[in-house]
Structure formats: structure tokens, C-alpha cells
């Protein structure tokens, strides 16, 4: 059983920033695509970003030029860097972990944006 943990969440005023990690449990991490994955309040859950074993890298469009994603595969982790953050960046973000048949997610991490 994969256990994914997120950290980093917490309140922002708008424009500020935010780091998010998300560490894995298990082993072979580095063969997995990982991504991040959010849920407003009354929203669908949608993808954020993610990036492939080798480092190929995708984003949806409302996130690109503002978040970056990267891992570092020796801490079987993933990060998302947020800057420029809005009100409409309020929700909850989950870590997710790509498997074929089976994704994991992790319990999440709130991430306000207010003034």
C-alpha cells in the first residue's frame, strides 16, 4: 500500500507563494508519474500538474507560468512551487501517484488564498 503525504499547504494573501511536497512511501518512486490535483470548495477535482519518470513535465493552462513541478526521486518526493496565487487557487491539493488500473492520492493539504 502506497502512502502519499502532503505538506506545505496553509494561508496565503494573494500574490504571495507557496511550496508544496508530497513524500511517498514504497518503493520504485522514480518509475511512477506523479502530479498534483486540486479540489475547490463545490468543484470537481481536477488535474494540476504533473511529471513523468523522466522528467517530462505537463500543466493544465489556468496553473502555467505561475506553478512548477518537480521530484526529487533520491527523497521520494514531489513538489509543487506555487507563485502568483489567487482567491481561485483556494482548494484542496492532493498528491497523486499514476499507476495503470490503480492511481493513489494522498489526504491533502488545504491551500487558502485571501487578504
Known amino acids: 500500500q502506497v502512502q502519499l503525504v502532503e505538506s506545505g499547504g496553509g494561508l496565503v494573501q494573494p500574490g504571495g507563494s507557496l511550496r508544496l511536497s508530497c513524500a511517498a512511501s514504497?518503493?520504485?518512486?522514480?518509475?511512477?508519474?506523479m502530479g498534483w490535483d486540486r479540489q475547490a470548495p463545490g468543484k470537481q477535482r481536477e488535474m494540476v500538474a504533473a511529471?513523468?519518470?523522466?522528467?517530462?513535465?505537463s500543466y493544465v493552462d489556468f496553473v502555467k507560468g505561475r506553478f512548477t513541478i518537480s521530484r526529487d526521486n533520491a527523497k521520494n518526493t514531489v513538489y509543487l512551487r506555487m507563485n502568483s496565487l489567487t482567491p481561485e487557487d483556494t482548494a484542496v491539493y492532493y498528491c497523486?501517484?499514476?499507476?495503470?488500473?490503480?492511481?493513489?492520492w494522498g489526504q491533502g493539504t488545504q491551500v487558502t488564498v485571501s487578504s
Open positions: 514504497g518503493s520504485n518512486f522514480k518509475i511512477y508519474r
Open positions: 497523486r501517484q499514476y499507476r495503470i488500473g490503480a492511481d493513489y
Open positions: 511529471i513523468t519518470s523522466d522528467g517530462r513535465l
